[in-house]
């Protein structure tokens, strides 16, 4: 498929829209949850937090000094070289929105200053036969992902074991992922897949239906149980603790129950675009 647009381009635009303005699906909670606050802190924390965004998409600057780790979701028909467009991408996105340089050598902890490095940015890659190539971009920011979590339960331990898990992963990252949080959880898989799953369900709009009726009332169940917490917006008290919980599944061996959490802060930045020969159209969210 020939590419109307560069690929470096679209990701610039991709990481400018995901970290300088509000979702849409986002900017709704945030405003519906402002109405049924009564607590004075509740209600304080909503507003600083709707000013910032506004402030943020107006002069065109990141909506937080941590602008995350970019990890991209790259869909339907595309080459190798894909890779190489995107990280110089991130790296002119890097200097020019600009982004705060996050990508750490682990151990020396030495900077590279431009957001790249070995196994950085991380892309997920996703072929099929549609005729378009579509990039999703989340950019995780450390307050949330220190706050993922996984256990390995025993199938005995069923759905109930499965919701104290996600409850009390949640309630014990308290305010530190700067709630009000989505909740992305991953069912089963291996390990790994859990934990990819986990953060894939974080790209969903909050809005959108999940279309197996068991995750959705599991869903619908841990979003009243956490909203019941009384944890509150930044954890300082209310009634809106998590705008949503996102789940993904996937088989699993018969003696094993995986069970993943990676917790989005109150922006959870998203941005998607797809590519067609006729052009680009961009959005900030993507049901994987």
């Not at 996050?102 to 072929?127: E, K, Q």
């Not at 378009?132 to 025993?154: C, D, Q």
């Not at 959705?216 to 209310?238: C, I, Q, T, V």
Request: proline content about 7%; aromatic content about 4%.
């Amino acid at each position: 498929m020939r590419l109307p647009e560069p690929v470096e381009d679209v990701v610039v635009n991709l990481l400018r829209l995901a970290n300088t303005k509000l979702p849409t699906d986002i900017g709704w909670a945030l405003e519906a949850a402002a109405g049924w606050e009564t607590g004075e802190i509740a209600g304080i924390q909503l507003g600083a937090i709707m000013e910032n965004a506004k402030k943020a998409e107006h002069l065109g600057l990141p909506m937080c000094q941590d602008t995350g780790i970019p990890v991209f979701y790259v869909r339907g028909r595309f080459d190798s070289s894909i890779a190489k467009d995107i990280a110089k991408g991130v790296e002119r996105a890097t200097e020019s929105i600009p982004l705060r340089p996050n990508a750490v050598d682990p151990l020396t902890r030495v900077n590279s200053g431009n957001n790249l490095g070995p196994g950085m940015p991380i892309i997920h890659y996703m072929p099929t036969d549609d005729e378009f190539t579509e990039i999703s971009v989340l950019p995780k920011g450390a307050g949330s992902e220190n706050m993922t979590r996984l256990a390995m339960l025993n199938p005995s331990d069923g759905i109930e074991g499965v919701k104290r898990f996600v409850v009390g992963a949640v309630l014990d990252a308290g305010g530190r992922p700067c709630p009000p949080t989505i909740v992305g959880v991953g069912i089963g898989g291996t390990s790994d897949r859990c934990v990819e799953m986990a953060k894939e369900a974080l790209l969903a709009p909050i809005d959108s239906e999940n279309p197996d009726p068991d995750l959705a009332r599991l869903e619908e169940e841990l979003f009243m149980d956490l909203n019941s917490s009384g944890l509150g917006p930044m954890g300082l008290g209310g009634s809106t603790t998590s705008f949503a919980v996102k789940i993904r599944k996937a088989y699993c061996h018969t003696a094993s129950l995986p069970v993943a959490v990676n917790i989005g802060c109150w922006a959870t930045r998203r941005a998607t675009a797809r590519i067609t020969e006729s052009g680009v159209e961009y959005a900030q969210g993507a049901v994987l």
